[in-house]
């Protein structure tokens, strides 16, 4: 019985926080997000605090700064031979709005101050009840909330340093199906329509830091930027079951309600870039990102019942990014961008799963700006390609759990900023 019951718990709750962890989004700025988020080098905006917090030292007066970023992901899944049909499983439709919001403050030539909240990692991806996956992952969504004050330093005219906190709450909601009256080392045996497992939970507060350089001069910029790795504890989630009815009595004496601790940790990274005008209206920059996701080694699970304890291990390896991105300045008032980001997955073929089917991806990314006195307006869309990968390999299944077969996935992401300068 108690073998049973660590089985069902665990079958219920690792997936879901791995590759939560291997998801991120750069898309907090109207303008920035328009460039394909090479904007290191530059600071156009308040959402520089974001992009490289040495920004804030070439702003003027007092700044705030908005953006909604509407994500609306796809993914498809057909099942590889011989345990499945060729029956495409597609993901429900689902919208997520992550924000980004700033506000900045010039104390002297020299002082600056920021503020800043976004939501740079996260996931939600959610599979009809007809889904052969939902044992694995039926619906799932993390949330990171980054709070980052802020301090900028302007060394001369042409460079600025900064360094501030990052201040992080979470919370996640994973649910899937447990397969019961199945018969050991026989695929496909048992049922998944009686039990709903469910978890639930809150980090506790998570602490980091963030900071950046930057040298500008009329047609030329460099920068850099860091944030650091945060490890999210949540110490208080609830692991519960719905249980059919017809079954309540058999079952719910094995699968008891108790509440688990839980480990994982986001990854640090680093982005450099290099921006160069070529004429009065045209200028481009290219970054460099490096994301250390190796620290996602695995993930720690501690019950109530200590004997139920696990590590499981994920593998992650670092990985990077590169961001193209160029502007042209219409006039005065009305400026057209456009970017792209190639961005290399850390997720080994193992963890592919229907939680997080992650794939290199290829972004595509254009938007424009209009300014009319002290407001500035930024909008634009991004598709990201992340094309069809598969956790077959050489005829033979990788996935972890055994659940082979291809993903289709790709997302349209639209955002829109408002900006306002007091001066």
Known sequence: MRKLTFFLLVAALPTGMAYAAGFSIGEFGGRSAAMGNAVTAQAYDASTLFYNPAGLGFLEGTQFYGNITVISPSAKFVGADPLFDSTVHDAKEQIFPPLGLYATYRFNEKWAAGISLTTPFGLGLAWEDDFPG???????????????????????????????????????TLKRDVIVFDTPGVPSTGTKELVEAKLEGSGQVAIGFAGGIMYRQEKFGLGAMYRHSIKLQADDGKATFKIDPTYQGLLSQVLVDQTVKAELSIPNYFVAGLYYKFTEKFGVEFDYAWYGWSIFDEIVLEFDDPTLNQTIPEGYKDEYQLRLGAHYDINEKFSVRAGFIYDRTPQPIESVSPLLPDDTRNDWTFGAGYKTGKFVIDGGYMYVDIGERSTVENGEGKNDNGFDGSYISHAHLFYLSLGYTIK
């Open 134 to 172: 939902t044992p694995i992952s039926k619906d799932a969504v993390l949330q990171t909330f980054y709070l980052t004050p802020l301090g900028a330093y302007q060394i001369n005219p042409n460079l600025s340093v900064a360094l501030g906190p990052d201040i992080v709450f979470s919370s996640l």
